[in-house]
């Protein structure tokens, strides 16, 4: 039932592309529609499933020749990452209910896009895998093109790029892996239980790993994530940092890691390092950025350096931790995104902090405001939210793998709590200025140019469902931060099926 | 030998012809006074039905047999690459129903299928002498055809272009083929190789082998053989460009893998990674690469969609050599579903230029601003089109590109030839950036003078959407081509 969820996206890019141009209300409808059945589906699945099996949904030969099955299965770490793609598909087109300007194109490219990450997570042979790795890709270009802001063109093809290159990487070692085993098949579990020899696994796991680690926004491969998330319009930021960032460690962890051990035992350190200098050097940045949603956008990077993390620690609560932190990232940075995105710009048309500081936007939205202070707690890893519990397993599990580094990433956290601070003070908290003085600084080139008359004007009152997506999304934090068994029941058995074995040995055998 | 027997083997040889002659013979004698869009679509269509018949012949009555030593030799695998290549003329025929660049219909048509007759010649040969007449053949009406659009000088400088080029490739190649046949004794290839076996590397030989590289790498427009394709897709009319990128791409490539497979068996060489040795292989492999290079850093600044299209085939063609080195029946297999597919996509692709070309009077890249709103379902197709040859899934270039590059990774030992084929992933990735430019000019960049309509023929429209769906299903479901091949590869015994 479950591949239903890719189904119906696909077929609501039919739909919309079926309906006649020029009709946003219907357009927004259709997707809303298929957005709102694909989480329903995924809830069901998610009640459906008993912890720590796999479920086969499908598994039909597809070319058979070459051994290439139609193979969609889930266990708890997919069920996951499909019910986060279902909140974050949701939760996107609230946010975007207001696009108007070719809404038919842009709410088929966005559910092409959801279509496509749901099938990543439920696919259990690789060659499947990677076609759906590789139509996420090409929306998100269109998307970020047609209807971004700040250099459009620019972020978008960058980031069109890094992901195509680093799905390049992930096809070399998959067509490597593939020869190498003669196991004429691509699925996963079968290529997981491939010994490959050790000089093979020393480069081909560095490869594959770092392929997917680029849309993981690994450091210092991350340089697409802050300008692809500042240039994309709302819905498709919190889709980017909600879901496709988790699309590159999702692949780590059921590509890489499984299929090479002995290469990931040999680089997991370096791959520790690297995402530690990831989760400070994200942070830092973030703490020094003058545009709103850079800020945001650095501190996905920091974030999701806990993700790497966590995977390499290679004991349960490091990995587990990870998956939940994809989760709970996936939710509070979508909310983060959307306050800035859609609350913030587009009313006061500018994301320049210094700007925003004279507008006192706790009087001006309210509402903003408040949803802000909440996903900021959030953000920080406040007891009760979920990024809480999520960070701390992966802390407790580096603690045990690489202490020094865990104590690095510590900073990383406290780092956090002063950049997401500091932008929420500049942001909504700014003294009110009686007038706009001239020494006020100028906007920051392209992009960020606001007519410094239009504050003045009454801002439009936050839409229902821009309420309806806040509530939704911090309400899921909230739950899962305060009951967080309801995932970990589910994600943490997984780590005991046969394909992780080599993992809980801690790498090699 | 019979004459029976010859006309059972080359009855859709014969359709096609005459198919030719009636087309000729018709518009010469009673259409003259006719609307050139008539005669177009009368004549046009008369020529679809020719080669749908001569389609439905080697799917109804299959042929198996040769005559007169493989001077023609018919099987399932042949079959199959003739129906590809008459298809290919088909939707090259339906893309010229709106041309404006002639009004020579029935000679235009002719030549479109005596082209046609070509490649299917050159597609069941198996004798050099053979393979070298008919490859003059295609050649032959393809320059003609590359002329055809007399008002415009570049279509002239194109076709003198490429008629000098082309000729003395086929000067080389004839040159290395008389050298083989000093060596060998033989025409046929299979009695070539029977008598080269053993006797190593003669220098007589590698001559000859660079020269016969030379003849089929100007045919697929490989580097360093180039030079003519980018003007030659420029300045010919559309249609012809369409025809020169797809079918006779097809037919060139599965002569070249047969003469190299079959006739240079034994001499092979390796261009293994740190293990080489000399043959035909590095030969092609350092073609390959150069071609996947030249061709893709070469698409990135072309302003033209035309002279685009022509270094993305460059690059296409350095792909598909990959299949040809892989040297083995799942080889040819990626090799025929690469060309087959590329040339589909590449006469959808080029079936959106005329499109466009008919309205704006140029191919320019800026004329495409705008497409989206103005004809949405060419737009759409276009995207299409552009994704295949990216080699994006799930679309027909993507499985080609991973068939072609999983059988040159599993040729040989130890993953020998990863170095081409990662060479080959690195510019496929560098190869979305161009392609893309052209999606964002029909996508992204908005028209300055408003998005008024444009009026496409819903013909045009309904033969693009076709093309389009072609490449979605063969992208979804391979084993609708990949099936059939991997049967006649076994029956044929490859």
């Excluded at chain 2, 279509?155 to 003198?160: G, P, R």
């Excluded at chain 2, 030839?417 to 992933?425: C, H, K, Y």
Aim: charged fraction near 10%; charge should be neutral; include cysteine.
């Amino acid at each position: 039932m479950l591949a239903w969820t890719v189904y119906i996206s696909f077929l609501g890019v039919l739909g919309l592309m079926l309906l006649p141009k020029g009709n946003a209300a219907a357009a927004r409808k259709v997707a809303m529609l298929s957005a709102v059945a694909g989480l329903a589906v995924a809830f069901a699945g998610f009640a459906e499933f008993k912890a720590g099996e796999i479920v086969t949904v499908a598994k039909l030969p597809w070319i058979p020749s070459l051994g290439i099955e139609y193979h969609l299965a889930a266990d708890g770490i997919s069920l996951t990452l499909v019910l986060l793609t279902g909140l974050a598909a949701v939760g996107g087109i609230l946010f975007s209910w207001n696009i108007e300007d070719r809404a038919k194109e842009f709410f088929a490219f966005y559910l092409a896009l959801i279509g496509g990450v749901y099938g990543v997570f439920l696919s259990f042979d690789l060659f499947l895998l990677f076609v759906f790795y590789e139509i996420a890709i090409v929306p998100k270009y269109f998307i970020i093109a047609i209807w971004g802001s700040t250099r459009k063109e620019y972020g978008a093809m960058k980031l069109a790029l890094y992901s195509f290159i680093g799905s390049a990487m992930v096809l070399v070692g998959l067509i490597a892996a593939y020869v190498v085993s003669g196991a004429h098949s691509f699925n996963v579990l079968e290529l997981a239980q491939y010994p490959f020899p050790h000089d093979f696994q020393m480069w081909a796991f560095p490869l594959v790993f770092v392929g997917f680690a680029i849309l993981a926004g690994m450091w210092p491969f991350h340089t697409w994530a802050p300008t692809g998330h500042v240039a994309a319009p709302t819905a498709a930021s919190m889709l980017l940092a909600g879901v496709v960032m988790k699309l590159g460690a999702y692949g780590c962890l059921r590509v890489a890691m499984t299929l090479f051990p002995e290469g990931l035992e040999a680089w997991k350190t370096w791959i520790a390092v690297l995402a530690v200098i990831g989760i400070v050097y994200g942070a830092l940045v973030a703490l020094v950025q003058k545009d709103f949603k850079f800020v945001i956008g650095y501190s996905s990077v920091s974030h999701m350096g806990f993700v790497l993390l966590g995977l390499v620690t290679l004991n349960t609560i490091g990995l587990s931790g990870a998956v939940l932190q994809m989760f709970s990232h996936g939710i509070i940075a979508g909310l983060l995104f959307a306050v800035v995105g859609r609350m913030v710009y587009e009313r006061t048309h500018t994301r320049e902090l210094s700007q925003l500081e004279g507008m006192n936007l706790v009087k001006a939205m309210p509402f903003a405001a408040v949803t802000f202070v909440v996903a900021s707690a959030a953000s920080m890893g406040l007891p009760g939210f979920s990024g809480f519990i999520a960070e701390l397993q992966v802390l407790i599990g580096a603690w045990a793998s690489f202490p020094t580094l865990a104590v690095i990433a510590g900073v990383g956290i406290v780092v956090g709590v002063a950049y997401t601070l500091r932008a929420m003070q500049k942001a909504f908290f700014g003294e009110p200025l009686t007038a706009l003085t001239p020494s006020h600084p100028p906007s920051d080139a392209d992009g960020a140019t606001a007519s410094q008359e239009g504050h003045a004007h009454a801002m439009q009152a936050i839409s229902v469902p821009e309420r309806l997506g806040a509530v939704m999304l911090i309400g899921v934090s909230l739950l899962v931060g305060l009951y967080p068994r309801l995932l970990l029941d589910v994600i943490t058995p997984s780590f005991n099926s046969p394909l992780f074995e080599w993992l809980r040995k801690g790498g090699a055998q | 030998m019979s004459y029976l027997d010859l006309l059972k083997l080359a009855a859709p040889e014969v359709l096609v012809v005459l198919t030719a002659l009636v087309v000729l013979v018709l518009d010469l004698t009673s259409m003259r006074g006719l609307n050139l869009r008539v005669r177009l679509g009368i004549n046009g269509l008369i020529a679809c039905v020719g080669c749908a018949a001569a389609i439905a012949w080697l799917l109804v009555i299959p042929a198996q047999g040769q005559v007169a030593g493989g001077m023609l030799v018919a099987d399932s695998l042949t079959a199959l690459v003739k129906i590809v290549v008459l298809s290919l003329t088909i939707f090259t025929v339906l893309l010229s129903f709106n041309a404006k660049f002639t009004a020579h219909v029935g000679e235009y048509l002719a030549l479109v299928l005596f082209a046609a007759v070509g490649m299917m010649f050159l597609v069941s040969a198996e004798d050099i002498l053979m393979i070298f007449v008919s490859l003059e053949m295609t050649s032959l009406s393809l320059y003609v055809l590359t002329a055809f659009n007399k008002r415009n000088i570049k279509s002239a400088e194109a076709a003198l272009k490429y008629f000098l080029f082309g000729g003395m490739a086929a000067a080389f190649m004839l040159f290395g083929l008389s050298l083989i046949y000093g060596l060998s004794g033989a025409t046929n290839l299979h009695a070539i190789a029977a008598a080269l076996a053993g006797k190593g590397l003669d220098p007589l030989l590698v001559v000859a082998m660079v020269m016969t590289v030379i003849g089929f790498g100007f045919k697929v427009a490989a580097v360093p053989f180039h030079l003519w394709a980018p003007d030659a897709y420029e300045g010919a009319p559309t249609p012809s460009a369409a025809l020169i990128a797809s079918g006779s791409k097809v037919a060139s490539f599965f002569i070249a893998a047969k003469v190299l497979m079959i006739g240079f068996a034994g001499v092979e060489g390796s261009a293994a990674w740190r293990d080489y040795a000399s043959g035909w292989m590095p030969l092609i492999a350092v073609v390959a690469g150069l071609s996947m290079i030249l061709g893709n850093l070469a698409a990135i600044v072309q302003r033209n969609v035309k002279r685009l299209l022509a270094y993305s085939a460059i690059a296409h063609a350095g792909y598909a050599v990959l299949g040809i080195l892989s040297n083995d029946a799942s080889g040819t297999a990626s090799l025929i579903y690469y060309v087959a597919t590329y040339g589909l996509t590449v006469v959808g692709a080029f079936g959106v230029v005329s499109v466009v070309e008919n309205l704006k009077g140029d191919s320019k890249l800026t004329d495409f601003i705008g497409l989206s709103r103005r004809a949405p379902v060419v737009a759409l197709c276009m995207m299409v089109f552009m994704l295949s040859l990216a080699g994006i899934p799930p679309l027909a270039g993507f499985f080609g590109k991973f068939y072609v590059f999983l059988a040159a990774a599993g040729a040989g030992q130890n993953l020998g030839l990863l170095w081409l084929v990662i060479l080959a992933i690195a510019m496929s990735a560098v190869s979305l950036y161009y392609y893309l430019q052209v999606l964002k000019q029909i996508y992204v960049v908005e028209a300055k003078d408003g998005n008024q309509g444009m009026e496409v023929p819903v013909f045009s429209q309904a033969v693009l959407v076709v093309i389009a769906i072609l490449v979605v299903g063969l992208g979804c479901f391979p084993n609708l081509l990949v099936g059939p091949l991997q049967s006649c590869l076994a029956a044929t015994g490859h």
